[in-house]
Structures are given as C-alpha cells and as structure tokens.
Nanobody
C-alpha cells in the first residue's frame, strides 16, 4: 500500500490550496481517507476524514467551514480543498488510509497507512 500526497506550497493568508492523495494497493470504497497535520513543535492532529462507500465526512472544529475533503473512487484519489487559509494552518499535511476502519470511527487515534507529508506554508 502506498499513499502519495501532493499540492502543498506557499500561499498568502486568505488564499486557497488543494491537496491530493493518490492511494495504491487498496480496493476503492473499502478504506477511509483522512488528513492530518503537524505544525512546528506540535503534535500531529487529525483534521478531517471521509469514509469509504458512503463518503460520510468529518471535520475538526479548527477547519470546519474552510476545508472540504472529497474522494474520487474511480481514480483512488482523495482531495483536501483548503480555503481562507491563515498562518495557523501552516504545517506538514499527511494523508492516511485505513481499510480496517472504513467508517472513520475515531480516526484521530491513528490510521493504518500513511503517506509522506507535504508542506503547507501560509505567509505574506
């Protein structure tokens, strides 16, 4: 199983970015996809998750209303649309997948498979 996150970069406050997570080695619709982030000196936190077949979505309060998670099961790709970014959103963002927990239950406690992070920097 491999996950590859992409789309990070430098953006000004108030700007937007879209991250992608390409998943290989798992059957589509049978795994949840989550995004975590880790800022400098902080713990890694789960911020959003999308379930497998019914695509239920869950958001941490810190990103609710600004971030949107989605997935394209035909391509085995997950997306994270981030809007109205602030400097507090600066972090390394990780995508993760879990075939044992397709419904995102307690996803913040950890996932089975992880990709390498992609840096998101929000700065003027």
């Amino acid at each position: 199983v491999q996950l590859q996150a992409s789309g990070g970069g430098l953006v000004q406050p108030g700007g937007s970015l879209r991250l992608s997570c390409t998943v290989s080695g798992l059957a589509s619709e049978e795994y949840s996809i989550a995004w975590f982030r880790q800022g400098a000196g902080r713990e890694r936190d789960g911020i959003t998750c999308i379930s497998g077949s019914d695509s239920g979505v869950y958001y941490a309060d810190s990103v609710k209303g600004r971030f949107t998670i989605s997935r394209d099961n035909s391509k085995n790709v997950g997306y994270l649309e981030m809007n109205n970014l602030s400097e507090d959103d600066t972090a390394v963002y990780f995508c993760a997948a879990d075939s044992e927990n397709p419904g995102c239950t307690d996803y913040g406690r950890g996932m089975d498979y992880w990709g390498k992070g992609t840096q998101v920097t929000v700065s003027s």
